[in-house]
């Protein structure tokens, strides 16, 4: 699965937008981008995947290049809850040893102060 | 959303004794499941990756016979860490993945904090 790089962490101000990062320049046609984030001591939570479109939910919206070669997350209106470690791993969408597998980095440590 | 579900939270034993951890998805079907192990202050790294009614296959430098993973049915994945001893300790969360489309998310339940004394 293809490399991502994020940077090792972000401050943001609660109200204002939160964007996030993501170089995957190594990605391929089948692999999607997964976005997740975990909170101290809890299991990873599920933000938005994309494959080349933009995507946006009720928690996120995810822009991608048109190259495929980096992604953005974005957080509306960050709030002292989305303190959290979040990653942005690229993934096979189907087919060969590594399908499914998800294969974390250090992910990028959001700060979210007053 | 998609629900996935882990017990015991927090377990803490005894070196040698033998501990299971169960993984439910609890509002749809995982067809995949899979176990992680954290450490402090370090990234998830993935363990092994369980489908249902096949054998577990396993990440390089993973011992299966010391991590026993049984995926009997596609709502259940259980890990057994068998003869636990300290440096076993460690963050141990599984996820699951749906049946459908190919690109579906997998779902993480809230991890299994494990101390072997």
């Known amino acids: 699965d293809a490399k991502t790089t994020q940077p090792p962490s972000m401050d943001c101000a609660e109200g204002r937008a939160a964007n996030l990062p993501c170089n995957h320049s190594t990605i391929s046609g089948n692999e999607y981008v997964y976005w997740y984030r975990q909170i101290h001591s809890q299991g990873p939570q599920y933000i938005i995947h994309g494959l080349k479109n933009n995507e946006t939910n009720e928690m996120a919206s995810l822009i991608i290049t048109e190259d495929r070669k980096s992604s953005t997350l974005i957080l509306p209106h960050a709030t002292l809850r989305d303190t959290a470690v979040y990653y942005c791993i690229v993934s096979r969408s189907a087919g060969g040893t590594s399908y499914g597998k998800l294969t974390f980095g250090q992910g990028t440590i959001l700060t979210v102060h007053p | 959303g998609a629900v996935v579900s882990q017990h015991p939270s927090w377990v803490i034993c005894k070196s040698g004794t033998s501990v299971k951890i169960e993984c439910r998805s609890l509002?749809?079907?995982?067809?995949?499941m899979f176990w992680y192990r954290q450490f402090p202050k370090q990234s998830l790294m993935l363990m092994a990756t369980s489908n249902e009614g096949s054998k577990a296959t396993y990440e390089q430098g993973v011992e299966k016979d010391k991590f026993l993973i049984n995926h009997a049915s596609l709502t259940l994945s259980t890990l057994t860490v068998t003869s636990a001893h300290p440096e076993d300790s460690s963050f141990y969360i599984c996820s699951a993945k749906g049946q459908g489309y190919s690109n579906q998310p997998q779902h993480f339940g809230d991890g299994t904090r494990l101390s072997i004394l």
């Open positions: 509002d749809f079907q995982a067809t995949t």
